[in-house]
Each structure stands twice: as structure tokens, then as C-alpha cells.
């Protein structure tokens, strides 16, 4: 019998003060991984990209991603493959970045494979500004 | 005396099945805003469509020139259609697909200005079919870090 793989994941948005109306937003959604790809750990990372996914995605993704990094001052930077460079190897062709994390912060993420890649690979890749950590989890969707 | 801005937002993960033991993950974080920009709404979308919803300047609407340059804004965008619409695209300054939102689904992410690029936060549909996404977008930084 096939396991029933369920992520919940929920968020909550506040503040009082950088919307005229004010903010006060809760949502929450529960998604059915699929048996293929998921992965969940931290990963120590120097100042080069570093491919975060070690699987083959071969279409839809949720990445979470916080900079968990003992240091105050790194900043985690995150770009991913080119949508349009038809790119072969992945690790090699990263577009710019799109995203940067502070100590703390994190980002949830859902990506979907451009398919350019031959590979079929997700091709999502971090580095610090300095020696950093980071927690991640990976699960694909489809 | 300058007024400093807090934004909160928690997250929260649990799995079942998905790993070996259940995973559990339940963050926080306060960020102090001390950028111009900051923005809520709902669009409606097709592939046709490439709406900027991060602006460098509120007053210049939703189609404006993207964040200030070397800022960061914390989006939130939510596929808030029904199964039958279509599905939400988020896109880089140069329709560069980031992430794809079925019905009900949404992503949380600091977008950060490209210094190669004009940056703007988009949302597209992934087809002709119209979809509508709610969003909600936070210059948090005028300055890189």
C-alpha cells in the first residue's frame, strides 16, 4: 500500500505599522509529497555556489531554506540554473542571484524545473558571504 | 526621531511520511524595515501577463520599475484561484520562471535586487487560462548587505 506523505506547513505575516491598514495574514496549506525526492539536514558552505539539491527534481519542488549560520555577519546568497540557457551540467550555469538570507531568516520556495536542463535537475545554489550553515528540506511534489 | 518598522512572520512544517521520523520545524523571525516600498493586493493573470508587483516607489503602480536598487523585499504571493483557474507563475525581471503555485498553494521569499538587472518581482499565469494571486510585498532593505 502506498504511504500518504503529507507536508503542513503554515504562515503568519504581522505588523502594525509598514501597511496603512495593517497586516495580519495567516495561511496555512497541506501538500502530498511524492515518494521520489526529499531531503532534510544542514549544510555547511564556503563562499563558492554549492548545489543544494543532491536529487534529480523532476518537476515541482517546496525548498525551505534558513540561514542558520553561528556567525552574525554571513549572508546567504541563492541563485538557480538559467530558465533559458539549455544548460547540460548542472552546477555550472547559475543565473544571478535572486534571493539573500541574514542570520535567521528563511525562505520558502516553490519550484517548478524549467526543463532546460537536460539533467532534469533543480539546480538551486547557495554560498556565504563567509563560512555559513544552512538548514534545508526538500520535498518534490509531483 | 526616525520610527523603526517591525515585520513579523512565522513559519511552521510538519511531515508525515515524508522522512524516516517526522519532522517538525516551527521558525520566527522580526525583520526592521526601513525600506519605501510596501504593498498588498490581488491580481488577475494569464501567461499573457507580467505584472510587476514590486515597485521602488508605491506611487508609481504595479507595473513600476522593480526594487530600489540593492534592496531586498520579502514577497508573499498565494495561487488563491480555484482548481479550474489557472495556475500562478512567479517570475525574475526578465520573465524568468522562480516558482509555479497550483490552487491554494503559496510561496514566502526575499527577493533581492540584481545589480545586473533592474529587479522586479513578477506574477504571470502559467497559461492562457486566467488565475488570481493575492500578494504581499515588503521593501525591507534600501541597501544591500
Known amino acids: 500500500m502506498a504511504k500518504s506523505s503529507k507536508v503542513t506547513m503554515s504562515l503568519t505575516m504581522r505588523s502594525s505599522d509598514i501597511i496603512p491598514t495593517g497586516l495580519d495574514r495567516s495561511v496555512s496549506m497541506t501538500l502530498t509529497a511524492s515518494d521520489d525526492t526529499s531531503e532534510f539536514g544542514k549544510m555547511v558552505i564556503g563562499t563558492s555556489y554549492e548545489q543544494l539539491d543532491k536529487s534529480a527534481i523532476a518537476d515541482r519542488a517546496y525548498v525551505y531554506i534558513k540561514n542558520t549560520s553561528s556567525t552574525s555577519t554571513v549572508v546567504i546568497s541563492i541563485a538557480m540554473d538559467e530558465s533559458s540557457d539549455g544548460g547540460t551540467s548542472a552546477g555550472n550555469h547559475k543565473g544571478p542571484i535572486f534571493s539573500q538570507l541574514a542570520v535567521g531568516e528563511f525562505a520558502l520556495l516553490p519550484y517548478k524545473d524549467v526543463g532546460a536542463q537536460a539533467s532534469s535537475d533543480l539546480g538551486i545554489h547557495v554560498k556565504g558571504s563567509a563560512a555559513g550553515e544552512i538548514e534545508y528540506l526538500i520535498f518534490e511534489l509531483d | 526621531m526616525a520610527v523603526t518598522k517591525k515585520f513579523t512572520a512565522g513559519l511552521k512544517f510538519n511531515t508525515n511520511n515524508v522522512f524516516p521520523n517526522a519532522v517538525s520545524i516551527?521558525?520566527?523571525?522580526?525583520?526592521?524595515?526601513?525600506?519605501?516600498?510596501?504593498?498588498?493586493?490581488?491580481?488577475?493573470?494569464?501567461?499573457?501577463?507580467?505584472?510587476?508587483?514590486?515597485?521602488?516607489?508605491?506611487?508609481?503602480?504595479?507595473?513600476?520599475?522593480?526594487?530600489?536598487?540593492?534592496?531586498?523585499?520579502?514577497?508573499?504571493?498565494?495561487?488563491?484561484?480555484?482548481?479550474?483557474?489557472?495556475?500562478?507563475?512567479?517570475?525574475?525581471?526578465?520573465?524568468?520562471?522562480?516558482?509555479?503555485?497550483?490552487?491554494?498553494?503559496?510561496a514566502f521569499l526575499p527577493f533581492m535586487h540584481s545589480s545586473s538587472a533592474d529587479a522586479s518581482v513578477k506574477v504571470s499565469g502559467a497559461s492562457a487560462t486566467a488565475g488570481y494571486a493575492e500578494y504581499v510585498v515588503i521593501e525591507t532593505t534600501t541597501t544591500d548587505y
Not at chain 2, 505584472?51 to 514577497?75: E, K, Q
Not at chain 2, 524568468?96 to 503559496?106: D, M, P, T, Y
Open chain 2, 26 to 106: 516551527s521558525e520566527t523571525m522580526t525583520v526592521t524595515v526601513d525600506g519605501d516600498a510596501a504593498t498588498s493586493g490581488s491580481i488577475k493573470v494569464t501567461s499573457s501577463n507580467h505584472i510587476a508587483v514590486c515597485t521602488a516607489d508605491p506611487s508609481a503602480g504595479d507595473d513600476g520599475d522593480g526594487l530600489d536598487s540593492g534592496a531586498r523585499a520579502f514577497v508573499f504571493v498565494k495561487n488563491v484561484g480555484t482548481n479550474d483557474d489557472g495556475d500562478i507563475e512567479i517570475e525574475d525581471n526578465a520573465n524568468a520562471r522562480i516558482a509555479h503555485l497550483k490552487s491554494g498553494e503559496w
